[in-house]
């Protein structure tokens, strides 16, 4: 049979060894918190959020299944990121991989187009909120923001974009239940519920004006 023999020894504390490992430690890190990094520095929380609302809006309860509208918001995501992702490849990883630059110098040319990204898309208002709350002076330009702060900004930004987005998205379908429930109650058939009568309307409304392409153009467009 074999045998296993386990000893404890003084390791050797070198450095190169401990950037490598700290390195390590970091991308572990990363991985473990990329779904919130996707959740809160990309397009992806308008996406869903309007998806929601349209959702909401046609009362076709869970069609699209949720799943099906997560991986669309997914991959719209991905093409929007796209040249974000591009850049920070070219500038950041393809160097550091080349052994060009080193690991912090990576990080810094990696930050600044997703910096980029996200002051295009941040209200200088929602921005201003959190250097309140923070009580911290107000920055003179756009480097000396700190990228904790700028995230939640950008957060907020696009949760008022997106329920901006969903108002609009509702009206239509409103003014369609409001006229289904005006002819049900003139008929005196007020028992049967309106959405049930206006939900095929609101489909064949839908599906004539081409709404999955309007509403796909209207988000990438205005990522553009």
Known sequence: MPTLSMTLGAGRAEPESISVALEILFLLTILSVAPA?????TCFTRIIVVFSFLRHAMATQQMPP?????S??????FVIMLPVGKEINDTALQPYLAEEIGFNDALERAEQPLRTFLFKHTREKDLSLFFSITKMEQPSNRDDVPTVLLVPAFVISELKTAFQMGFLIYIPFL???MVVASILLSMGMMMLPPVMISLPFKLLLFVMVDGWNLLI?????GFA
């Open 217 to 221: 153009f209207s988000l990438v467009n």
């Open 37 to 41: 990094i996707l959740l809160t520095v």
């Open 72 to 77: 669309l918001a997914i991959f719209m995501t």
């Open 66 to 70: 949720s799943q099906v509208l997560a």
């Open 175 to 177: 003014i369609l239940d």
